[in-house]
């Protein structure tokens, strides 16, 4: 028995040393990805830790840099969509180094630091102050000079988290305690000059008077509540209620003002953060207008505010099924750069598994099978735009091409130029269009059809060149309307140019132009008919965007 003893102990202390020597090498590499970061080689640190964490797949160290160093390459990210990526991408890998050790400080400080210093439309903000918060708390707890130093940095970060959050009262209490626990650093001095700045703290409820100032055509309801907000205090549930009330009676623009207002009085209502993700959603279904000019990622920020709002509430009642199932089906229906399909998917499969009403499950199941339908469409699309001319791909370009269906032409007011065309591929978004009409020596005529954000933008985002150039963008107020997506259209030309006035006979050019996104996959066609006389046509059968082109002169 003691020989056996004495192998059982000399195994456990293999195994000891063994670790210590796993423990010994990572932590070397870590200091080598940071030394790799400082020197601004973040792809660098970034592979190499990657390395590490698939060969010590449990070690929450390297997992916390790894994430961090990821988050930071998002910013250096020139392309929206790969910095959109790299920042989900970041999250996912701090909040696995946070799970596989809870008690570790640097996954929480790094994953609060991330939080607080994205833009305000991710919604990470309360997240990234409370991970700062349980950073602080564990390094107090911690006596070595490293927890020190690491409670200086939460604290630090805390402050400019508070600030960002508006809360300037916090924001004091984190700058005092720099002050007292580490005296004769230039961290007690930069937080001695933000405390001379902030003033007065005391935290007030503060709301623009504009919003409960009475207006034209607001209803009985409206008026008396905004009567009743007419005082030095506003009394917040009345707020709350007031945006409820323009909810309800579909004043969404009103609603969302009133609600930001209120929530960002409370920070932890959150039935106020659902109405007010719900209020922002039906503003953006409204599409493209003419204020796309002003501000062309207006609707991309409307996007990210409807789900920065959702997950704040989810936040706050994680076990409300109708809740989640808001979640998720809205994860999937905004644009697909804000990397929420696994998230909304989690949310789908959360309900199903739940004691959630059968009503609640069905709509569960029904848009996990919409999700599965955009995860298989990704395939065709990566085929696409990698492998244009394999068979893969044309096999992807003949299951998307629709069929394409004749119009009835005893119906069309003529003379006129029947355009008839098929658009064979399907992107994460509708691609932007338009059909237009020149003459023989290429001098614009007419626009007859332009997508919503392509003709609102105008100039200042060129995402079909060809037609921009030509047409200056003149004549095409009205013509503009939402964006056409994969399958057959018609559109006919009544043979008059973009000032009304009707066209001479001779030859005309009908051109389609195509532009998606974010592939920026693309295609132009054109043709030459005849007005005159005698009927005319032309038909075009090539390319995988603009697969059919027809054009009539109907005579």
């Not at 005391?202 to 009743?228: H, M, N, Q």
């Not at 032409?409 to 003529?414: N, Q």
Request: proline fraction near 3%; hydrophobic fraction near 40%.
């Amino acid at each position: 028995m003691r020989s056996a003893s004495i192998f059982i102990t000399t195994g456990i202390l293999f195994l000891l040393v063994a670790l210590t020597t796993a423990a010994g090498e990572i932590e070397g590499k870590i200091e080598q990805a940071e030394k790799l970061a400082d020197s601004g080689d973040l792809s660098g640190a970034v592979a190499l830790l990657e390395k590490v964490t698939a060969e010590h797949p449990e070690n929450s160290d390297a997992m916390a840099y790894l994430g961090l160093y990821t988050g930071m390459g998002a910013g250096q990210a020139t392309d929206y969509e790969e910095a959109g990526r790299l920042m989900m991408l970041s999250f996912e890998r701090l909040d696995k180094a946070v799970k596989l050790d809870e008690n570790n400080p640097e996954a929480w400080l790094f994953r609060g630091i991330m939080g607080i210093n994205v833009p305000g439309f991710f919604g990470r903000l309360d997240a990234g102050i409370s991970d700062l918060e349980h950073a602080a708390k564990l390094y107090s707890e911690a006596s070595d000079n490293e927890a020190g130093e690491g409670l200086v940095t939460s604290l630090t970060m805390l402050a400019e988290g508070y600030g960002k959050n508006e809360d300037p009262a916090s924001q004091k209490k984190a700058l005092e305690k720099i002050i007292a626990i580490a005296p004769g650093t230039e961290a007690v001095e930069a937080a001695k000059k933000q405390l001379e700045g902030l003033g007065d703290v005391e935290k007030k409820p503060e709301i623009d008077t504009g919003i409960i100032t009475p207006k034209e055509g607001d209803s009985e309801k409206v008026l008396a509540l905004k009567k009743s907000l007419e005082k030095d205090t506003v009394e917040p549930a009345l707020l709350l209620q007031l945006g409820t009330t323009y909810y309800e009676e579909g004043s969404f623009a009103n609603a969302r003002e009133v609600l930001k207002a209120f929530t960002a009085i409370d920070r932890n209502n959150g039935l106020a953060f659902k109405m007010l993700a719900l209020s922002t959603a039906n503003i953006a279904q409204h599409g493209y207008d003419e204020n796309i000019h002003d501000d062309t990622d207006y609707l991309s920020n409307i996007a990210f505010e409807v789900m920065a709002s959702l997950d704040r509430a989810v936040d706050l009642a994680a076990d409300d099924m109708e809740l989640r199932l808001t979640r998720g089906i809205f994860g999937l229906l905004m644009p697909f750069f804000l990397g929420k399909h696994d998230q909304s998917v989690a949310d789908l499969e959360m309900v199903t598994e739940s004691d959630a009403s059968d009503e609640l499950k069905s709509e569960a199941l029904y848009y996990l099978g919409y999700a599965r339908q955009r995860e298989a469409l990704r395939y065709w699309i990566k085929v696409a735009k990698k492998y244009p001319g394999s068979d893969g791909a044309k096999l992807a370009f003949s299951e998307m091409r629709p069929q394409v269906v004749r119009l009835d032409e005893s119906e069309l007011d003529i003379p006129c130029v029947k355009i008839d065309f098929v658009l064979g591929f399907q992107d994460e978004l509708a691609p932007q269009t338009a059909v237009w009409i020149e003459d023989e020596h290429e001098n614009y005529i007419a626009t007859i059809y332009i997508s919503g954000f392509a003709g609102f933008v105008k100039g200042k985002q060129v995402t079909l060149p060809i037609w921009a150039a030509v047409s200056k963008f003149e004549g095409i107020d009205g013509l503009t309307s939402a964006s056409i997506d994969i399958g057959h259209h018609i559109y006919v030309w009544n043979l008059k140019d973009h000032k009304g006035n009707k066209v001479k006979k001779g030859t005309y050019k009908v051109r389609v132009e195509t532009s998606y996104w974010p592939t920026n996959l693309y295609q132009n066609v054109e043709g030459l008919i005849k007005v005159g006389k005698k009927t005319d046509s032309f038909k075009i059968e090539e390319g995988n965007f603009i697969p059919f082109f027809e054009v009539t002169y109907l005579k």
